[in-house]
């Protein structure tokens, strides 16, 4: 089962940031906080992980909070091509085996308008 | 090049029939993993593969079989195919601990008739 909780669905003007939020307020302290995104029938894609620290790419920044218990995904100036659904998953990164494998829930549907 | 690939993009069959899908990924990943994706859009890991240990999630049939003829190829084979197989199955690839994140393939959208 997924261990995180994030809004069913969420829109944002285009150009303007999306903040995503997710709780894990179960997570353990050798896991990590990954965000991957499936744009409409395309496979998953990888967006960012972390695991205390804030964390930032050329796709987006990761905040995650200092008792680590919840985390906000922001795309800094969102386009129409953002339009997807945003999955939070915790997992026990460097670790092989189920424990490491990656769990999806049922993410946040992210609709970016003109 | 595309980093994961699978094939067919569709496939349509009949109840009954036993099917393959294939997928090679280029990334010198050493591990694999099947997903399967129903019509409420949820993600389920089906199977883990690398070349010491093969994971199977205890909630699949044992019709779906995961076969490697070597580290770059995982392709799945599922006998007596019944009406709710139909899904979109994505291949998917990593390093063995999945530092640096799955990169999936495009998928494979099966229909069962």
């Known amino acids: 089962d997924a261990k995180t909780t994030q809004p069913t669905s969420m829109d944002c003007a285009e150009g303007r940031a999306a903040n995503l939020p997710c709780n894990h307020s179960?997570?353990?302290?050798?896991?990590?906080v990954y965000w991957y995104r499936q744009i409409h029938s395309q496979g998953p894609q990888y967006i960012i992980h972390?695991?205390?620290n804030n964390e930032t790419n050329e796709m987006a920044s990761l905040i995650i909070t200092e008792d680590r218990k919840s985390s906000t995904l922001i795309l800094p100036h969102a386009t129409l091509r953002d339009t997807a659904v945003y999955y939070c998953i915790v997992r026990v990164a460097n670790y092989g085996g189920s424990q490491g494998n990656l769990i999806f829930g049922k993410g946040t549907k992210l609709s970016v308008k003109p | 090049d595309t980093a994961v690939s699978q094939t067919p993009k569709y496939l349509v069959t009949q109840m009954g029939n036993d099917k393959s899908i294939k997928c090679e990924q280029n990334l010198g990943h050493d591990t694999m993993y099947w997903y399967k994706q129903d019509s409420k859009k949820f993600l389920k890991i089906m199977f883990s593969y690398n070349n010491k240990e093969l994971i199977i999630n205890e909630t699949v049939p044992n019709r779906f079989s995961p076969k490697s003829p070597d580290k770059a190829h995982l392709n799945l084979h599922i006998n007596s195919l019944e009406l709710g197989d139909s899904a979109v199955y994505f291949c998917?690839?990593?390093?063995?601990?999945?530092?640096?994140?799955?990169?999936f393939g495009s998928g494979t959208r099966l229909t069962v008739v």
């Open positions: 972390g695991l205390k």
């Open positions: 998917a690839s990593s390093r063995p601990t999945g530092a640096g994140g799955y990169t």
């Open positions: 179960t997570i353990s302290g050798n896991e990590y």
